[in-house]
């Protein structure tokens, strides 16, 4: 019949009592308990990390001995001496105009001096052969061997084959088959040795060593026509290379007059006709008083 009273309502802030939950994470309380040997350890104090021996490294000089010899053997394998051997190769009666031994030694001596070409693995090999011969226009072929297991190398100079002596206003020079200038007359003891025809140029070109006088073709011709008539035993006393004509003129010992030649002919061929011609005159009694030419092919003029 008589109703409850409520009870009054608070104004204030109601308060409640906080749950149960687990620890806040924190990274620098997980880290210094990571870090902390006693926590870790479950209260003992973790083991202090065990020290090398004295003196351990003394284990290891027979593998830093054995290391250190195959070093110094394969620089010594591998370095080049400056002081090569020095072989000629070829024909020894080439070898009259060769220069003295000592010169080529020095020579190569000093292309094998500088730093790059004293190991065997950036040696210039083709370099030197270049230079040697630019050097020395009268060495023909050069090579350079690089020993196995020695350091001494060895170079071999082959000299060229003198074909001709060619007489200019400038002097005397040997010229070999491709008609380039090899060294001077002055530098051959005996010239005689080499048994090759003497030219007279009259054409007044100047003559470089190493460079080409003569072309080739007009070098065989003349060697050539020399041959055919030392065959006969017939003596030449001049050949002379006339100036601005393409022949060559040949005057004979005991004949008062000279032969006509065309350098661009056959040479075989002119000899063979002035031979002919030769024999025809002495049989019948006549005698050229100036030339007698064969510069046309199949025909013979004298004078």
Known sequence: MFKKKQPPATTGRRVT?????????????????????????????????????????????????????IVILAVSILQVGNTPTLVIVGDSENEVFLRDKKTYEQAASSLFAPFLN????????AGITAEMQRKFPELSVVSVSLPVAGSQPTVYIQPASPALILVSNDGMYLLDGNGRALVTANQVADLKKLHVPVVQDESGLPVQLGKIVLPRQTVSFIREVAEQLRAKKLSATAMTLPAGANEMRVRLKGVGYFIKFNLYGNAREEAGAFLAVKKYTESHGIRPGQYIDVRVENKAYYK
Not at 37 to 50: D, L, N, V, W
Not at 118 to 125: A, C, G, P, W, Y
């Open 17 to 69: 009592q906080p749950t149960q939950r687990g620890p806040v994470f924190s990274y620098a309380n997980s880290r210094s308990v990571r870090d902390d040997p006693i926590r870790r350890s479950g209260g003992e104090q973790a083991e202090q990390p065990k020290r090398p021996p004295r003196f351990a490294w003394r284990k290891r000089l027979p593998t830093l001995a054995v290391m250190l010899a």
């Open 118 to 125: 004293r190991n065997k693995l950036t040696v210039d090999t």
